[in-house]
Structures are given as C-alpha cells and as structure tokens.
C-alpha cells in the first residue's frame, strides 16, 4: 500500500477543483517526538509535509483546520497581495522538505493577508521552525519559535479560557525555555503545575519534567533559577 493517496478539493479563492495528497493513518506513526511536539518518522513520508492545501491555479493555501470560506473582501485581498504574482504550479503529488516549507510559508502569507485566526497562524509559524529542525538550520529554527511564542501568547490572551489551556501553557514555556529563558519557562510551567482548575496530568508531568532538565541544564552552566521558581514548580 502507498503512503500517499489523493483526494480533491475545492479552492475556497477560486472555486477551483485540485487534487491534494494526504498521508495514510498508517503511515502516520512517530519514530520519536521532541518536546514540543516536533516528530520524526522512520519511513520517507513525513505527514506534517501535507498539511497545507495549495490550489495550483490560484495559489491560495489553507489547511484543514483553517478557514472554511472567504468572503468577497478577503478574495480580493489575497488576489492583490499574493495571487497577482503566482505562477501555476502544482504541489499535489509527493513533496520534498524544502517543498513543504514553500507550502508553509505560502499558507502563512495566505492567513496574515486575509485574517486569519491566530491559532492557526500559531501552528504554522511553529511548524516552520520544525521543518528548519529538519534541515538542522538552527538560526532560521529559532527565528521561527520566536514568532511561533509571541503568537502562542496572543492566543493564550485572547482566547485561553476557550481552548486546552494546559497544553498552550506548556508550549509557551517549552519555547521560552529552548529560547535560552528560563525564567520564563518556569513561570509558565509552574502556573500549569498550581492552577487547580487543571487536571490535565500528562501536561503536569511534563510542565515538571522540562522544569526539571532546566535545572539541570542551569547547574552545568553554573546558573540559577531563583529560589521561589523551584518552590513554585514542586509545590
């Protein structure tokens, strides 16, 4: 059986048919997986490279989690930011990592123009700088996971109470930590830790588990991590 099978979509831009390759559930199980949710797989087909959605006439990209339709404003907003300098091509069939990141950064051009909500633009930005990990770029990694955290904390601000707090809460810490700040970090595991109204114990595990290689990794560069914080996360 092949990994890759073919599905049709409709362009919510041009109303356009296309053809789009999806990754089979069998195919899709990790190998291993960083913490922050970055996975690698075994075989050749990574899923996370078909994600995004690309309308080969068009150009307009989405992914399954983005916007359902555009309204006539934000068509033409993306014709005249984006579509009046795309060029016909088709990302329909297997891709390559730099391929996936055209994809990525296209659907990322797609959502800034014509609003997008910020917890899709989140997982994209997030997204990209695992597809830099791939490539082992770690300056264009890290670029990324910036703007991937002070997009995770939009959300968390506007609209935290809606969404799995536990996990938004250990992606910002995650990310502030492997930015190289970990105060931060801690201040955001521990709030996972000590809110009560969370009972997500898998996050708790980790919120403590990641506090626990940041102390670790303060000891080996003779740093840190102030008194309180420590009590905080243990408490």
Known sequence: MEPLYSTSIT???????????????????ASSRDSDFCSYYKNEINPDYYVVR????????????????????????YYDRVGVHWTMRDYGGKRTLEQA?????????????VGGKDRIISGILHHIAWLYRYKGQQEQENRFLRFALESYIRVYE???????????????GELHRRLGEPHEAVRWFS???????????SMIRACRE??????????????TIAGDEQATINA
């Open 11 to 29: 362009c919510i831009c041009c109303e356009s048919p296309f053809q789009t390759s999806r990754v089979r559930p069998s195919f899709k199980k």
């Open 54 to 77: 690309v309308c080969p006439k068009c150009g307009f990209a989405t992914t399954e989690n983005g916007n359902d339709e555009l309204n006539e404003r934000q068509k033409q907003q």
């Open 101 to 113: 990141l055209e994809c990525y950064k296209l659907v990322l051009l797609c959502m800034q123009v």
């Open 158 to 172: 506007t609209e935290g109470v809606s969404l799995n707090n536990a996990k938004l809460m250990f992606l910002i």
């Open 191 to 201: 709030r996972v830790v000590n809110d009560k109204k969370i009972v997500d114990a």
């Open 210 to 223: 990641q506090w626990q290689l940041l102390r670790l990794e303060q000891q080996e560069s003779n740093g």
